[in-house]
């Protein structure tokens, strides 16, 4: 089993930035590809980046590809993204995700385990 904890949502304006982190419990954190996904008010889940185990690669969604940067640290037991030029279409709450497989995936169901979520709010 592994759980994870995400943390660093929160208020910031338009063209500011953020950095969120996933805490994972666990012996087998490095060998899982990670990902963030996030869902706004009425709309599904979506798919933003994925890492794989040794971080070597990494996938990204079109909508946030070069605004935003998937990192982890398995010494740490934790992932990050970093989020730049956030726009008010970036308020959401956002996800990690552990796949028990170690290369990077972008869909929802190849997922095995979520966190609670942390919520980002980006205003005009």
């Known amino acids: 089993q592994v759980q994870l904890v995400e943390s660093g949502g929160g208020l910031v304006q338009a063209g500011g930035s953020l950095r969120l982190s996933c805490a994972a419990s666990?012996?087998?954190?490095?060998?899982?590809?990670m990902g963030w996904f996030r869902q706004a008010p009425g709309k599904e889940r979506e798919f933003l980046a994925s890492?794989?185990?040794?971080?070597?690669?990494?996938d990204y969604a079109e909508s946030v590809k070069g605004r935003f940067t998937i990192s982890r640290d398995n010494a740490l037991n934790t992932v990050y993204l970093q989020m730049n030029s956030l726009k008010p279409e970036d308020t959401a709450v956002y996800y990690c995700?552990?796949?028990?497989?170690?290369?990077?995936?972008?869909?929802?169901?190849?997922?095995?385990?979520w966190g609670q979520g942390t919520q980002v709010t980006v205003s005009s």
């Open positions: 995700a552990a796949d028990r497989n170690p290369w990077v995936v972008a869909e929802e169901r190849e997922y095995d385990y």
């Open positions: 666990g012996r087998t954190f490095s060998s899982y590809a």
């Open positions: 890492i794989s185990w040794s971080g070597g690669s990494t």
